[in-house]
């Protein structure tokens, strides 16, 4: 079973940016899509982007399009988000997840498992 253990989530000012690191143990990291999710203070969770096994694909939310990168490192068991121009609504936990289906694309938190615990990410305005 993989483990997910996320960070580099911070306090960062509108127009600034991050990184998000999510570190998976386990030697099975490669033989999964994976993907990124958010969830802000009384909404419900949200798809940010997903990312192919190999990393040659990559789908994003229409919101952060353009702004954020989802990227992937196999040697190293690591998941990345890297995310530029944050704006106020970016607030959020922000998640890692490992695609349990074919259809990771869609972005729906039930095609994935093996959450890890968030990282927390404010952008102050």
């Known amino acids: 079973q993989v483990q997910l253990v996320e960070s580099g989530g911070g306090l960062v000012q509108t127009g600034g940016s991050l990184r998000l690191t999510c570190t998976a143990s386990?030697?099975?990291?490669?033989?999964?899509?994976m993907g990124w999710f958010r969830q802000a203070p009384g909404k419900e969770g949200e798809f940010v982007a997903t990312?192919?096994?190999?990393?040659?694909?990559?789908y994003y939310a229409d919101s952060v399009k353009g702004r954020f990168t989802i990227s992937r490192d196999n040697a190293k068991n690591t998941l990345y988000l890297q995310m530029n121009s944050l704006k106020p609504d970016d607030t959020a936990v922000y998640y890692c997840?490992?695609?349990?289906?074919?259809?990771?694309?869609?972005?729906?938190?039930?095609?994935?498992?093996?959450w890890g615990q968030g990282t927390q990410v404010t952008v102050s305005s």
């Open positions: 997840a490992i695609a349990m289906t074919r259809s990771y694309y869609r972005g729906i938190p039930a095609d994935f498992g093996s």
């Open positions: 386990g030697r099975t990291f490669s033989s999964y899509a």
């Open positions: 990312i192919s096994s190999s990393g040659s694909t990559t």
